[in-house]
């Protein structure tokens, strides 16, 4: 009994010495090939093994057609909303006013914020087919907004866009999906 326990230990001693030489083996090749793949890794963060290929160093190639400008260097990573509203204190009174009337409901729709860099009162909505100028109101809190309705493809339940300082009108948190009713005319 003693001669196959004997065997079965020779055997895996010899199993784990070549592994020893084969981890000795791929630490001299990566340490005299920079860049060439590692028979075996592991991520140091988690000790989980790593797929096999080549041990990247350096940076990442630029994309072509992309730059970073001067002026976002060292500016906060966020910029408050004030900062991307280039709407006039006049725009604003102007679009705060109470309606004229000859209004025509379309509906409510959910709202959400549209693109901040596009300037104006606008609302992009499923609502209207074309184009026209019209109010929204935030039926919360009563404030409304006149803007531009544009047509915007999708069912008219499938919600709406809204320009930056239209919904800081309503006094909607650009992070909020509130109803709002929409009004032509």
């Known amino acids: 009994m003693t001669d196959p326990f004997r065997r079965l230990l020779g055997v895996l001693l010899l199993l784990a010495l070549a592994a020893c030489a084969q981890t000795d083996r791929a630490a001299q090749r990566a340490q005299a090939e920079p860049g060439a793949p590692l028979d075996t890794m592991t991520d140091p963060a988690t000790g989980q093994p790593v797929i096999r290929g080549p041990v990247l160093t350096g940076t990442a190639p630029r994309t072509p057609g ?3 400008g001067i002026s976002s260097i060292g500016a906060p990573a966020s910029q408050g909303a004030e900062a991307l ?3 006039t204190r006049s725009e604003r009174q102007q679009a705060a006013a109470a309606p004229s009337g000859g209004e025509r409901r379309l509906g409510t729709t959910i709202a959400s914020l549209g ?3 596009q300037p104006g009162f606008w609302v992009k909505t ?3 087919q074309s184009e026209t100028q019209g109010r929204i109101v935030n039926p919360a ?3 409304s907004a006149k803007v531009r309705l544009i047509p915007l493809g999708g069912a008219a339940g499938g919600g709406s866009q809204v320009s930056l300082p239209a919904l800081q009108l309503l006094g909607v948190s650009l992070t909020d999906l509130p109803a709002i009713e929409v ?3």
Do not use: E, Q
Request: charged residues 15%; hydrophobic residues 20%.
């Open 183 to 185: 009004f032509a005319g």
């Open 66 to 68: 992309k730059t970073s």
């Open 126 to 128: 499923p609502l209207v």
């Open 115 to 117: 693109d901040p860099s």
């Open 85 to 87: 509203n280039t709407t």
């Open 141 to 143: 809190n009563g404030k």
